[in-house]
């Protein structure tokens, strides 16, 4: 094993979940009868660039397929800060109708929409079909591609470079990390922007979010980590935000390295403190883990066997690449967790892989009447409580698993 970022091939441990089937293969009903592939679900720190990354078995294909069922549309607190964003995007950089945009990993549409309400020429790069799909419905432009170095340069040659490129959630989903970043470097105008959203491997470590890992994420990510990336690949880290999102994330901002109109923000310094206070230029921090990680698994089994003995139905909501590393890794199936419910009609009718646990609308949540149901993507625990909030009538009570076992009356 190399390191994606350094080539080295010293590593320290971090997370070992043994064997898991693609997060978001999700099965139809003929398929029940036929063997899924499980493939290592290893992670470890480079002990040279402290990059934390999966060991690879597989093809980016395998992971981000046709018929890829992730759609970010359908969470409304993810639109308005889809929606917040490009607002204060236009605010911050001034962005008009002679500027463009462009999004890498633009999904179903869910942030460009907004762009294109605007007023503003936007592009989006979304390999998957599915998705891709649902966003020129939406009637925004979309490459259907991977994004790296040599799709970049033929963008330039289409007019496309950049005042400013969103990547949320996308950049620790790509096993090329270098040449993703120095995409980066050659689509941007000479003083444009790039941000990037992911999730703070600070909060993971902190909060026992073990279950964000699943093969799609190829790394988990630092301020630490990313700097370095950046700055060997063309890019200069000149702002940073903290948000909630996904157990909370980092928003970067970054600019050509030669770019001198984006002067570094005192914000860059502070997150770097905190996670040098944290222990994350430490390799030996990063093996805390595992054992959160377990703690987390047998808190979720006793619950789950509890309930049985009780006599109590349980069911979960949302069929979350997240939940089903937690229900994988803890050996959970049918007989403990009898469905799950899901908003998204392309997951409706399916199975969960691995589990193989049926993925079920919400009227079948309504006629189940479970006791206790189980928030599989705990970072939008908020809504969906509101959004089921039905459940107390007939005496349900909510339960998350992460950071530990709760049961929410």
């Known amino acids: 094993m ?3 970022h350094c080539g080295s091939d010293r590593f320290a441990p971090f997370l070992d979940l043994g064997t898991a089937p693609p997060s978001n293969s999700y099965l139809r009903r003929e398929e029940l009868a036929a063997p899924e592939i499980w493939y290592p679900l290893v992670i470890r720190v480079c002990e040279e660039c402290l990059l934390v990354q999966t060991e690879d078995f597989a093809g980016r294909e395998t992971f981000f397929s046709d018929s890829y069922a992730y759609f970010s549309s359908f969470s409304q ?19 008009d109708a002679s500027s463009r945009v462009v999004e890498i990993a633009a999904n179903d549409g869910y942030l460009l929409q907004f ?3 605007r007023g503003i020429a936007c592009l989006g790069v979304e390999p998957t079909a599915s998705t891709a799909a649902a966003a020129r419905d939406k009637g925004i432009e979309i490459v259907s591609d991977f994004f790296g170095q040599e799709l970049a340069q033929r963008l330039v040659s289409e007019g496309w470079q950049a ?4 990547a949320n959630n996308v950049l620790a989903h790509v096993p090329d990390i270098n040449d993703f970043v120095a995409g ?3 689509l941007l105008k000479p003083e444009g922007v790039a941000t990037f959203e992911f999730p703070h491997i600070l909060n993971m470590i902190a909060e026992s979010q073990f279950d964000t890992a699943y093969h799609e994420h190829y790394s ?8 370095r990336i950046f700055e060997a690949n063309g890019l200069r880290v000149f702002d940073v935000e903290t948000t909630p999102w996904h157990g909370g994330s980092l928003r970067v901002f ?6 001198a109109t984006h002067a570094l923000n005192a914000n860059v310094t502070h997150v770097l403190d905190q996670e040098r206070r944290a222990g994350l230029s430490d390799p030996a921090t990063y093996a805390e883990m595992q054992a959160r990680a377990l703690s987390v698994r047998d808190g979720f089994l006793e619950f789950l066997i509890a309930a049985r003995r009780e006599g109590l139905r349980v069911a979960a909501y949302g069929a979350a690449a997240k939940g089903n590393t937690l229900i994988n890794f803890s050996g959970v199936k ?6 799950v419910a899901d908003k998204n009609p392309a997951k409706q009718g399916l199975y969960l892989p691995g589990s193989r646990i049926p993925i079920v609308d919400e009227d079948a949540l309504r006629a189940l009447r479970p006791e206790r149901v189980v928030i599989l993507p705990w970072n939008l625990k908020d809504e969906i409580m509101q959004q089921l909030s039905y459940i107390r009538g007939w005496g349900g009570k909510f339960v998350t698993a992460i950071p530990s076992l709760t049961v929410h009356d």
């Open 334 to 339: 049918s007989d403990l967790l009898e469905a």
């Open 2 to 4: 190399k390191c994606r």
């Open 184 to 186: 980066f470097a050659a």
């Open 254 to 259: 970054a600019c050509r390295g030669a770019s």
């Open 163 to 166: 005042d400013l490129m969103a």
């Open 220 to 227: 988990y990510l630092s301020l630490t980590a990313v700097s």
């Open 77 to 95: 607190s993810w639109l308005k800060h889809a929606e917040t964003y490009v607002d204060a995007m236009i605010g911050r950089f001034g962005l």
């Open 115 to 117: 762009v294109k309400a």
